[in-house]
Protein backbone atom coordinates (compact mmCIF):
# COMPACT_ATOMS: atom_id res chain seq x y z
CA UNK A 1 0.00 0.00 0.00
CA UNK A 2 1.47 3.34 -0.74
CA UNK A 3 -0.02 7.49 0.88
CA UNK A 4 -0.07 10.18 -1.49
CA UNK A 5 0.68 13.72 -0.28
CA UNK A 6 0.19 16.08 -3.19
CA UNK A 7 1.77 19.79 -2.89
CA UNK A 8 2.32 23.06 -4.69
CA UNK A 9 -1.07 23.94 -5.87
CA UNK A 10 -1.97 27.90 -5.31
CA UNK A 11 -2.97 31.16 -7.54
CA UNK A 12 -1.67 31.48 -10.56
CA UNK A 13 -2.22 33.95 -14.02
CA UNK A 14 -2.56 33.02 -17.29
CA UNK A 15 1.04 31.83 -18.71
CA UNK A 16 2.81 31.64 -15.35
CA UNK A 17 4.21 27.91 -14.22
CA UNK A 18 3.74 25.91 -11.15
CA UNK A 19 5.20 22.71 -9.93
CA UNK A 20 3.37 20.10 -8.23
CA UNK A 21 4.84 17.53 -5.97
CA UNK A 22 3.29 14.12 -5.05
CA UNK A 23 5.04 12.21 -1.87
CA UNK A 24 5.00 8.92 -1.62
CA UNK A 25 4.81 6.84 2.01
CA UNK A 26 4.93 3.23 1.77
CA UNK A 27 7.09 0.69 0.37
CA UNK A 28 8.14 -0.04 -3.13
CA UNK A 29 7.28 3.08 -4.65
CA UNK A 30 9.59 2.49 -7.78
CA UNK A 31 7.38 -0.42 -8.44
CA UNK A 32 4.25 1.85 -8.82
CA UNK A 33 3.10 3.70 -12.27
CA UNK A 34 2.68 7.23 -11.49
CA UNK A 35 -0.10 9.53 -12.49
CA UNK A 36 -1.83 13.07 -12.68
CA UNK A 37 -5.40 13.20 -12.85
CA UNK A 38 -7.44 16.66 -12.65
CA UNK A 39 -11.22 17.28 -11.24
CA UNK A 40 -12.65 20.75 -12.73
CA UNK A 41 -16.19 22.00 -11.37
CA UNK A 42 -18.84 20.42 -12.35
CA UNK A 43 -16.51 17.97 -14.79
CA UNK A 44 -15.27 14.82 -14.20
CA UNK A 45 -12.01 13.31 -12.94
CA UNK A 46 -10.22 13.53 -15.99
CA UNK A 47 -5.99 12.11 -16.87
CA UNK A 48 -3.44 14.26 -17.07
CA UNK A 49 -0.17 12.88 -17.19
CA UNK A 50 1.47 9.33 -16.24
CA UNK A 51 4.82 7.46 -15.96
CA UNK A 52 5.99 4.06 -15.38
CA UNK A 53 8.56 2.92 -13.01
CA UNK A 54 11.29 4.32 -14.23
CA UNK A 55 10.52 7.40 -15.71
CA UNK A 56 11.49 6.72 -19.34
CA UNK A 57 8.35 6.21 -20.57
CA UNK A 58 5.54 9.15 -20.12
CA UNK A 59 2.22 9.92 -21.20
CA UNK A 60 -0.12 13.32 -21.80
CA UNK A 61 -3.61 14.46 -22.43
CA UNK A 62 -3.53 15.89 -25.69
CA UNK A 63 -5.04 19.27 -24.05
CA UNK A 64 -1.44 19.64 -21.69
CA UNK A 65 0.84 17.81 -24.28
CA UNK A 66 4.04 20.43 -24.69
CA UNK A 67 3.12 22.67 -21.66
CA UNK A 68 3.10 19.78 -18.86
CA UNK A 69 6.35 17.65 -17.69
CA UNK A 70 5.74 14.65 -15.21
CA UNK A 71 8.87 13.12 -13.71
CA UNK A 72 9.57 11.18 -10.75
CA UNK A 73 12.80 10.55 -8.03
CA UNK A 74 12.22 7.20 -7.07
CA UNK A 75 15.07 7.93 -4.17
CA UNK A 76 12.68 11.21 -2.93
CA UNK A 77 9.97 8.78 -3.51
CA UNK A 78 8.61 11.62 -5.02
CA UNK A 79 6.96 12.44 -8.51
CA UNK A 80 6.62 15.76 -9.85
CA UNK A 81 4.52 17.49 -12.64
CA UNK A 82 6.11 20.90 -13.67
CA UNK A 83 2.69 22.90 -15.51
CA UNK A 84 4.19 26.15 -17.93
CA UNK A 85 2.28 28.17 -20.02
CA UNK A 86 -0.71 27.53 -17.79
CA UNK A 87 -4.37 28.53 -19.00
CA UNK A 88 -7.49 29.38 -17.37
CA UNK A 89 -9.11 25.86 -18.31
CA UNK A 90 -6.46 24.27 -16.30
CA UNK A 91 -8.05 24.96 -12.87
CA UNK A 92 -8.60 22.05 -11.24
CA UNK A 93 -7.81 19.81 -8.03
CA UNK A 94 -5.23 17.95 -9.30
CA UNK A 95 -5.00 14.57 -7.89
CA UNK A 96 -1.46 12.54 -7.69
CA UNK A 97 -2.51 8.43 -8.18
CA UNK A 98 -0.37 5.46 -8.13
CA UNK A 99 -1.25 2.35 -9.82
CA UNK A 100 -0.12 -0.94 -9.03
CA UNK A 101 1.87 -2.78 -11.95
CA UNK A 102 3.97 -1.46 -14.99
CA UNK A 103 0.82 -1.42 -17.32
CA UNK A 104 0.50 2.24 -18.76
CA UNK A 105 -2.91 3.74 -18.27
CA UNK A 106 -4.92 7.05 -18.68
CA UNK A 107 -7.75 5.51 -17.03
CA UNK A 108 -8.53 6.96 -13.72
CA UNK A 109 -10.61 4.08 -12.46
CA UNK A 110 -7.58 2.16 -12.80
CA UNK A 111 -5.83 3.67 -10.54
CA UNK A 112 -5.73 1.75 -6.99
CA UNK A 113 -4.23 4.82 -4.85
CA UNK A 114 -5.20 8.32 -4.71
CA UNK A 115 -3.69 11.53 -2.54
CA UNK A 116 -6.25 14.57 -1.62
CA UNK A 117 -6.19 16.77 -4.33
CA UNK A 118 -4.34 20.03 -4.23
CA UNK A 119 -6.49 23.15 -5.46
CA UNK A 120 -4.69 25.07 -9.11
CA UNK A 121 -6.54 28.37 -9.75
CA UNK A 122 -5.54 30.16 -13.03
CA UNK A 123 -6.88 33.79 -13.31
CA UNK A 124 -6.96 36.20 -16.65
Known amino acids: QVQLVESGGGLVQAGDSLRLSCAAS????????MGWLRQAPGKEREFVAA????????LYADSVKGRFTISRDNAKNTVYLQMNSLKIEDTAVYYC?????????????????WGQGTQVTVSS
Open 97 to 113: AAKRGVVPTTIRYEYDY
Open 26 to 33: GRAFSSYY
Open 51 to 58: INWSGGST
